[in-house]
């Protein structure tokens, strides 16, 4: 069974930036689609940001909210079996928790809902304040 932890989150200045970690254990992260979800006090759980799954360790398609298109970047690397989330420029709407998310037989675009994901993280605070 594939588990995951994040790593990286803190409290920051509007316009700074952050990268959150999110190293897999217990399988390889090879034929699952991945995303960050982000959940913010009062609000729903959402997408930021997802990788897609195309066979073997190849990435499919990228996803990303457009509240967040062009400050953040979602990576993966393989051999390091973990997941990555840079985010630039941030706000204080970017205030959430932050959830690293996967599914196995992932599809080529990952899944929008998070009901489509089976494993999550335990998440990791992010504060920007204003």
């Known amino acids: 069974q594939l588990q995951l932890v994040e790593s990286g989150g803190g409290l920051v200045q509007t316009g700074g930036s952050l990268k959150l970690s999110c190293e897999a254990s217990?399988?390889?992260?090879?034929?699952?689609?991945m995303s960050w979800f982000r959940q913010a006090p009062g609000k729903e759980r959402e997408i930021v940001a997802g990788l897609g799954w195309s066979g073997g360790f190849n990435i499919g398609r990228r996803y990303y909210a457009d509240s967040v298109k062009g400050r953040f970047t979602i990576s993966r690397d393989n051999a390091k079996n973990s997941l990555y989330l840079e985010m630039n420029s941030l706000k204080p709407e970017d205030t959430g928790v932050y959830y690293c998310?996967?599914?196995?037989?992932?599809?080529?675009?990952?899944?929008?809902?998070?009901?489509?994901?089976?494993?999550w993280g335990q998440g990791t605070q992010v504060t920007v304040s204003s």
């Open positions: 217990g399988r390889t992260v090879s034929g699952y689609a």
């Open positions: 998310a996967a599914v196995f037989a992932g599809t080529d675009s990952p899944p929008l809902r998070s009901q489509a994901y089976s494993i």
